[in-house]
């Protein structure tokens, strides 16, 4: 055993230590931060260029209603200028001309002059505008209409958003606030992550058993160790690799989510400061309740991941994590002993990683419907459990069937890493030789 | 004494025998040469020796007793198909290499600061594998495999990949381990090499030993009583003359030394064949021809191949 912790510490350290180890650990999370904040951060600067529109309105619908902004003006032009303007348009004075036609309370249609394309932000800012305005008209006509008093008021009252708090009764009884949505956040995640996991550095240390034994060094070594000792020494070394990126990852993550917040949280304060200058005093109202609201939620949610049972996830994450990964890198050293190029390792790797790459397809099923015979049965078969039983988990499982896929699991592990080192031992030794499962599973039945 | 025994080995695979009831044994701080073609199981053999691989029957003894599992920490082994991880600094792999040999780091260290010494290649020490030509890379792996002193060492193809003089310098190095009372099991095709450094040998052929003995007296056994003549005089039709004696196999009579290779024919001692020859000319020189181990080797396994079609 002593000899395998050598063997483990070699494994470790020479891979820790590589550049591209190091480069890939610290630069992900910077580039996944950057990769969520810099569209928002963008979409903040957005244009702050200065813009005219020309507005003639024959309706005199909207005329003075139309708000202007910081950066968007709105100036009403009589018909003789708008002719002109329409014939013509060339003006700096003007980054748009908008019409509104008379008869746009039954058309519901307006229309835009322009040299450029008009920008995203300024046609959709228009748009909204005038539908208001439009709205506001038409519902005044239906009132003054029907006669009823207080009708306005009545009507705004009528207007509903529902919330369906979803409450998951603990063991005790004890009621907590769940969220579907978390649920399956979480476990997609964590499915995700072990499967990741698993196939990054499956097939690492299957490229370690083929690079020892292309380069010939394996006939040294086994000379002082036993070929066992020597998997399981790569298998454990690079698992523990793959540990250190993740709690690495890990803590990466949670310094920058906490920056990013920060950033973020300054900036939406500031987004709805804009929006108050923008909207009519109406929707920034509406604005402003959302803003409390919003903080309110993610209070909620974060009340709400605190009553997962997060010691389990994260126990099981660790066990399938650690049991997924030990079971493919065992099959995968296998294959690594018993190949000779890459072609062939190609090969061999599809069918035994098929269960894994299963998994994922169906993950998002799994999420949709946990409890269903699929995500059942895909969550207690071992090769398939790691991804899936992770995705189940936050949605709570019963205990009888968690125990039973980790039984499993571990039962399968042994029966792989017995089966990885019979196949191992006579594989690396085996040169020259094209090799096929039929071929493999003879090698089962060698004595050593 | 023996070192190491190895009595009725066999080994068997699923299409074929590698080894069927081999014996072998292996005298201390000697030098034993394991021959035999291609595929003959003399690689099994060793890989049994080194418990890579186990027999499916047969005893091992290492200094006498059973061989234990411990005793690989007192082998040396330079398998022909050898390597070092490529992107692994030499000094590093090195002292890894002997570490899993059963050394402390501190040993370790110590004994590779000698060799690097010895071998004046302290500078590869920080260089990476990879940048070594093959030769360099194989005086490391020579070092790598005799670092931790063990008791034997086997040595397969060793001179593979070196020029002549590195050949030189690797051979004078084994000697002087056997010098030190290092016992030696050497593999070899390369056969004036066998013939240079060997005290013992044994031929496997087809999963057989067919031959085994100390190396003077096996060239000795397969003597064909042929001898090397320079002499001055004349020789008309000295076939006819001395036919019922010898056969002649060369006969040079352009330069003033005339030459000839004859083989005696049976029943005749050597003292007496010259005396006859004394009679007819001036004898410069007389050797007997002791076939070399090549073609030792090669009159052996045909011999042996043939019984086996038969």
């Known amino acids: ?448 | 004494m023996e070192l190491f025994q190895a009595n009725n080995i066999v080994k068997e695979y699923a299409e074929n025998t590698a080894l069927s009831s081999v014996s072998i044994s292996v005298k201390e701080a000697s030098i034993f040469g394991l021959l035999g073609p291609n595929g003959a199981g003399k690689t099994t053999l060793i890989r049994i020796i080194n418990q890579i691989t186990a027999p499916d029957s047969g005893e091992l003894y290492f200094e006498g007793r059973p061989m234990k599992s411990d005793d690989i920490y007192r082998i040396g082994y330079l398998p022909e198909e050898r390597g070092l991880y490529k992107k692994m600094k030499v000094g590093e792999q090195a002292l890894y290499l002997a570490q899993l040999k059963g050394m402390s780091k501190r040993d370790a260290l110590k004994n590779l600061k000698t060799w690097f010494e010895k071998f004046e290649i302290q500078a590869w020490w920080g260089k990476k594998v990879q940048e070594l030509s093959k030769g360099m890379a194989q005086k490391v792996q020579f070092i790598t495999t005799v670092i931790h002193e063990p008791k034997l060492l086997i040595f397969d193809e060793p001179f593979s990949g070196f020029d002549p003089i590195n050949t030189n310098l690797i051979k004078n190095e084994i000697l002087d381990l056997k010098k030190k009372g290092t016992t030696i099991i050497f593999s070899t095709h390369d056969m004036p090499s066998v013939e240079e450094i060997c005290d013992h040998i044994a031929l496997i052929n087809q999963s057989r030993k067919i031959l085994d003995g100390q190396i003077d007296e096996v060239r000795e056994k397969f003597k064909t009583n042929t001898f090397e003549i320079e002499f001055r005089g004349e020789t008309p039709d000295i076939q006819n003359d001395l036919g019922t004696y010898l056969k002649i196999l060369e006969l040079d009579e352009h330069s003033v030394r005339k030459q000839m290779k004859v083989q005696v024919l049976n029943g005749h001692s050597n003292n007496e064949f010259l005396k006859i020859l004394m009679n007819r000319f001036e004898i410069v020189s007389f050797r007997e021809i002791i076939p070399s181990m090549n073609d030792v080797f090669i009159h052996v396994v045909e011999e042996n191949n043939r019984e086996i079609k038969l």
């Not at chain 1, 305005?133 to 209409?145: A, D, F, G, L």
């Not at chain 1, 890493?417 to 096929?436: D, Q």
């Open chain 1, 1 to 448: 055993m002593n000899k395998s912790i050598l063997i483990l510490k070699r494994e470790y350290l020479t891979r820790v230590k590589k550049k591209s180890f190091i480069i890939t650990t610290l630069l992900i999370p910077i580039f996944m931060a950057a990769l969520t904040v810099l569209p928002t951060y963008l979409a903040m600067m957005d244009d702050k260029e200065e813009r005219t529109i020309a507005v003639y309105d024959p309706t005199s619908l909207i005329l003075d209603k139309l708000e202007s902004n910081q950066f968007t003006k709105f100036h009403y032009i009589p018909k003789q200028e708008y002719q002109e303007l329409s014939q013509n348009f060339k003006s700096d004075k003007y980054y748009a001309l908008l019409y509104v036609p008379e008869n746009i309370l039954t058309t519901n249609r307006a229309e835009m002059i322009s040299n450029k394309q008009v920008t995203f932000d300024v046609k959709n800012m228009v748009t909204s505008r005038i539908e208001n305005i439009i709205e506001t008209e038409k519902r005044k006509q239906v009132v003054n209409e029907s006669g009823i008093p207080d009708l306005e008021k009545k009507l705004a009252a009528t207007k509903t958003s529902i919330t369906v708090d979803t409450i998951k009764l603990g063991e005790k009884g004890e009621a907590k606030k769940s969220s579907t949505e978390i649920a399956m956040a979480i476990g997609y995640l964590a499915g995700f992550l072990i499967y990741m996991f698993v196939f990054i550095y499956g097939t690492m240390v299957m490229r370690g058993v083929m690079e020892e034994k292309s380069n010939r060094i394996v006939e040294v070594i086994i000379s002082s160790v036993k070929p066992f000792q020597l998997l399981f020494g790569k298998i454990v070394g690079i698992g523990l690799v793959g540990l250190t990126q993740i709690a690495i990852w890990m803590i990466l993550g949670f310094g920058i989510t906490s920056g990013v917040t920060a950033f973020m949280g300054h900036g939406s304060s500031e987004a709805v400061a804009q929006a108050q200058n923008i909207m009519s005093s109406q929707a920034a109202g509406q604005i402003a309740q959302a803003a409390p609201a919003q903080s309110n939620v993610t209070m909620e949610i974060i009340q709400m991941i605190g009553n997962l049972n997060l010691p389990l996830i994260i126990f099981s994450l660790f066990f399938y994590f650690v049991g997924g990964f030990i079971l493919y890198a065992s099959l995968q050293g296998a294959i690594g002993s018993a190949v000779d190029s890459d072609e062939d390792a190609q090969q061999m790797m599809l069918p035994v990683m098929m269960p894994l790459i299963f998994s994922i397809i169906i993950l998002f099923a799994v999420a949709k419907n946990p409890e269903g015979p699929l995500a059942f049965w895909a969550s207690i078969i071992p090769f398939t459990s790691p991804v899936i039983m992770m995705v189940r988990i936050p949605f709570g499982v019963p205990a009888w069937q968690l125990i039973l896929s980790m039984v499993l699991l571990i039962g399968t592990i042994f029966g792989c890493i017995w089966m990885a080192g019979k196949i191992y031992r006579t594989g690396i030794l085996m040169y020259g030789k094209k090799v096929n499962f039929k071929e493999i599973v003879k090698w089962l039945f060698y004595k050593n």
